[in-house]
Each structure stands twice: as C-alpha cells, then as structure tokens.
C-alpha cells in the first residue's frame, strides 16, 4: 500500500518486515550516515537488478514497516516479485538482508583491543538469560569470532550446565579481581568449551559462590571508589584476546548490575549496534514488569553517568502459543515496542533441555534445531 508525499517525489510505503532486519538496517543506516528510506531504496533497486537467486529469507514474526520510496518504485519492485512468484514481504526482506549483507565492513570500523560487550540481563529468573548467553557465545564463535563467555551470576548456572566447576569460595576469581583482592591472571581462571564448531575459540570465566557477597563487599570496600566500574576494571586486562564478550547476568539489581551496565555502555568511536543489553523476557504479564524495572535501573543509570548505552534487542523465550491468549497477547506487546526491536521468538522445545542434561553446548548437540537457529540470528543482528 501507498501513498503520495506532501511533494509528489516520493510516496510513502506500508509493508512487513522481520524486527531483526529493521535494527540491522537501522544500525547500519547510522553507520554509513544515510536515511533508511535511501537505503531501502538503494536495497530494492539492487535487488531489482540482480537476475541471480536470491536465497530466501525467514520472514517469520514480520510487522508492519513504513518507509518512503521513489514515485513509482514501489509498483516495480510489485512487479518484480510477482515476476519472482514471491510475497511482498519476502521481496523486501531479500532485498534488505542484500543490501546489509553487501554493506557491511563500509560502517564505523572496531575500535582496536575493543570487544563487543553483550549483557544478558534481566532481574527475573527463569526467563532464560543462560540459555541466551550460552547460545549467543557459540554461534559467535561459530562465526570465527574469540568469545570469552562470563558466567557472572553466582547461582553457577551457565558453569554447570557446561559442565565447569565453580570458583571456591577464598580463590583467586572474577568476584576478588572486582573487589580489588585479585591475586593471579584471569586467563588462568579460563576454561575452554570444546567442540568442533567452536575452535577452541570460545572460553568460560567460571562463577564463583563469593558472588553472592559481591554487592555488600563491594559497598563496604573502602579502596574502591567507583562501584560501577568494577567488573570492567576486572575484565580490561583480558579484553585484547577477544571479540566478543557476553556476560550472563544475576537475576538482581543491585551493585553488579551497575556494574555490567556501566560495562556495556557505547565507548568512545565504537560503531553502533554492538555493545549493550540483551534482554531475555516471557510471553506473559509478570516478565513485563520485571522489563519496566530493569529498564527504569537502566535508564537512571544513563541519566546519572551519561552513559551512551543501547538495548541491543529482546529475545521472547519459552513461547507456546497452545498457552493461550495471554502467551499470544504477551508476544504481540513485546512486538509492538518496536525499539528495542524483538530479536528472536523461541520455542519451548526440548534441545535445551537435552543439551543441559548432557552438559554440552546447544550448538554443538543439535546444531540444526530451531533453537539453534535462533540463536545465529540474535548474533546476526547483534554484530
């Protein structure tokens, strides 16, 4: 469907588009300094032109998406799909996912030693924060990426499910180097997850069950005068051997969660779109205030600290749709927020469970499962 422009040029389009693709296309748009109506623009007009196979693109959960385009480019790239036997949608999405695919590496360039700071967050427990982390950091690493994978929730859950023991209470650990207290390296304190796909590029720093402490040692630590740059004094040591860290948070919001906040926030000439939180919710009422909690904590802290910190994306887990309307009412809320954009919808399906029993990597037990899959497709949009 269209409409004209004010100034006839140009005529305003109502489409579908998946939400990862959207905050990919919108990140990548501010990266090269240009609208995202010339950029979808620039990407239907490729599309166009290009008589080769264009592989499909997952379309599901699109929304609505509004853009303006050329008078007239609209009933082409129509045209061309028809010709092409696929759905609007889908000749959009292609078109987009083409654009991206061939614009990346032209945007802001990594900032050297740097590495994308993903923080997995959410003070509900439950939700899934683990199984995100863990799935996240494999299908980094999968990409070739080194991933330092930080267990920072002393419950211990990710370090268990990996099969990696706990840091003993008095040891050398995360929780001592934040609490000035360290007295060794860190990258001894390292484990490496094995598996084929990973390369032995992918590392756990394991919890340790001092962690249940750390807010009240580090709020009576006299020679510790910034709280909220605790863990990223602790981790800078490490940061030059990774691209990527993602941290599994606590279920709290306390001191260790200023701490990781502050630790994801957007550095000085670091590219858009790639540090920041990630947050696991439920399709249901009471993951939604937990969100308003978190994100109001979020949100002082950036007031307070003018701090420069994005919402890399939700991530709807467990979803059933057979539990009924207020599952299927939930989902189409977190949609509709639209920023941060829903990054993937998971099923409550069994690889998880069975890659936990096991004490094996997700991606490594079932690499073609859904869950998998989603898992690529939050690191996709998060790189």
Known sequence: MASPYPSGDREKVASKLPG??????????????????????EAIKAWQADDGVTPVVDTTGAESYSTWLPAGLYDEFKATCHARDISYTQGLAQSVRRWLDESAGHGGEAVAGVPQRK???????????TAVSAGIAQAYAEEGKR???VDYD???????????????????????????????DLRDLLVVVEGERFGKRLQVLPACF?????????????????????????????EQDFDVIVIDCPPSLGIAMDAAIY?????????AGVSGVIIPVLAEDSS??????????????????ELDLEYLGLVVNLYDSRRGYVATSSLDQWKSLVDPPVLAVIGDLKEQREAVR??????????????????????????
């Open 20 to 41: 990862s693709l959207r905050q990919e296309l919108k990140i990548r748009a501010a990266e090269l300094c240009i609208d995202i109506q010339d950029a979808v623009t």
């Open 358 to 383: 096991q004490q094996k990597p997700l991606l490594d037990y079932a690499p073609l499962s859904g869950q998998a899959e989603a898992m690529r497709q939050i690191a996709r949009a998060t790189s």
């Open 288 to 305: 939604a205030t937990a969100y308003v909690m978190l994100t109001d904590q979020i949100e002082s802290l950036k007031e307070d600290l």
């Open 263 to 271: 630790y994801g926030r957007r550095r000085k000439n670091e590219k």
């Open 210 to 238: 001092d962690g249940f402490l750390l807010d009240a040692r580090i709020a009576t630590n006299n020679r510790i005068r910034r709280r909220e740059t605790t863990l990223e004094r602790a981790l800078e040591p490490l």
């Open 119 to 129: 923080i997995v967050a959410n003070q509900k427990g439950g939700v899934g924060k």
């Open 154 to 184: 002393p419950q211990g859950h990710l370090s268990e499910q990996l099969g990696i023991e706990q840091i003993q209470p008095g040891q050398d650990s995360l929780v001592a180097h934040m609490c000035a207290e360290g007295k060794g």
């Open 147 to 149: 991933v330092l994978l």
